[in-house]
């Protein structure tokens, strides 16, 4: 089974969670970020994992992502601005066959889905939900991911490995 894991991040939250879930999978998976999730990366994938953190309640937007910039200041680090954004990848995804699931990185007590749109779009171009979307909590608006999280995100990636093979 080929498996790709497809993350935006821009302070590592999210590309943690994403390489955990690649490692659940196991070593036919790999984790990149949109940048690099690009024609050979893509052909022929059995399942594909996408994931962004939740931005303004909602999947972040380009304008958003460019918007980021402007935070260096409060923030710990400066945002890895160096990949587009999951929206726009999605939009040039081409047609596929293969299995799907969406996660988003969040504070637990937010309104919106960034994960939901993902599958959507993910679900229009063909691919076929392999489960629910699923969600990983930070402490703050700049992560740092809450304990536990990492190896939750591993066990979800070995559930979708499983529902993935069936
Ligand atoms: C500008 C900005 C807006 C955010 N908006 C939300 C939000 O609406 N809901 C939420 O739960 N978290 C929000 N967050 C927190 C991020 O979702 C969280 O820090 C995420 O894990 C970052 O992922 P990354 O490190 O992969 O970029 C926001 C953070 C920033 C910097």
Known sequence: M???VVYESHWGNTAAIARAIAEGIGPEARAVSTAEATGDAL???DLIVAGAPLLGFSLPTESMVKGLASEAGK???PPDLSH????SWLESLRKGSGRAAAFETRIWWSPGSAAKAIL???EAAGYLQAAKAERFIVKGRYGPLRDGELERAKAWGAELAR???K
């Open 2 to 4: 080929k498996a790709i």
């Open 75 to 77: 923030a710990p680090a």
């Open 120 to 122: 959507g779009k993910l």
């Open 84 to 87: 587009p954004s999951m929206r």
């Open 163 to 165: 529902e993935a093979s």
């Open 43 to 45: 052909s022929g994938v």
